[in-house]
DNA sequence: GCACATTACCTCGTCATACAAGGCATTGCA
DNA sequence: TGCAATGCCTTGTATGACGAGGTAATGTGC
C-alpha cells in the first residue's frame, strides 16, 4: 500500500537528507532512490519533491551545483555539514516519534 | 522532546480510536489518558482533539453520547464496530509506514 | 461569600506542506 | 517524424493540527 500524503507530512525532510548520504544526486534521482530504497512505497511526485530540496538548501541543510554532464542540464545536490547535523536530529526525533506511536496504537 | 504538530497529521485518527479500546471516555479524558499513555509526549490541545473526535463519529467510527452525570455535562466517546476494524487498518498502515521510513532514514 | 483554577465543551482563522496539474526543453528510440 | 523518458520548474488546492478565543459549571483557598 503506497503512503498516503497525509502520513508523510513533517517527514519527507529527514528521507531526502538519509538518501544523500550515499553521495550527491540530482532531483530526479532522488525521487528514483526513495523509490527503490522503499521497495516503491515511496513514489513521489516532482510537486513533492523539487520544492522540499530547494527548502532544504533555503536552510543550508543541502548544497546544490548545476551540471552539464552527458549534455543533461542537472542540478546536483549534496549534503551540507549541517545537513548531516540535521539528519543525526531527524532520525533521533524518528525515534521518539514511532516509539510513541507505536507504544499508543499498541496499547 | 514534544511531538510536533507536522509530523502527528495523519496519525491522529488511530491515536483516538486506540486510546477507546479501553473503554468510553468523554473528550476532555481522552486527551489526559493520551498524555499518560505517552509519558507526556502527546499533549494535545482541545482545538485538535475535538475537531478530530467529532469527524471521527461523522464517519461512523465513534459514537458519542452526552452525559449529565456528576451535573457536569460531558460527552462520551466510544467505539463502534467500524471503529474497531479501522482501528485494526490502521495498526497495520502503521506497521508498514514506520518500516518503510525507518529503513529508508537507516539506510 | 468571593476570586481563581480546573474541568469541559466549542469554533474560527492561520499555517505548513504534500501533491496534482501544467509548462518547458532535451535526449533517445522506433 | 513522433513519442516516451529524462529533467527541471511553478502555481493552486486540500488537508489537518493548532492557537486563540469564547462559554459555563465545579472545586478550592482565603
Chains 1, 2 share one sequence.
Do not use: N, Q
Request: charged residues 25%; aromatic residues 6%; hydrophobic residues 40%.
Amino acid at each position: 500500500m503506497a503512503i498516503d500524503a497525509e502520513e508523510l507530512k513533517g517527514h519527507l525532510d529527514g528521507l531526502l537528507l538519509a538518501v544523500l548520504t550515499g553521495g550527491p544526486l540530482h532531483g530526479y534521482a532522488v525521487i528514483e532512490a526513495l523509490k527503490a530504497r522503499s521497495g516503491g512505497e515511496l513514489a513521489l511526485s516532482e510537486g513533492t519533491v523539487y520544492p522540499a530540496l530547494h527548502r532544504l538548501e533555503r536552510e543550508g541543510l543541502l548544497a546544490s551545483e548545476w551540471s552539464s554532464e552527458s549534455g543533461r542540464r542537472r542540478r546536483v545536490y549534496s549534503l551540507t555539514r549541517r545537513g548531516e547535523r540535521a539528519l543525526g536530529e531527524r532520525r533521533a526525533r524518528w525515534e521518539s516519534f514511532a516509539g510513541t506511536i507505536g507504544a499508543v496504537l499498541a496499547a
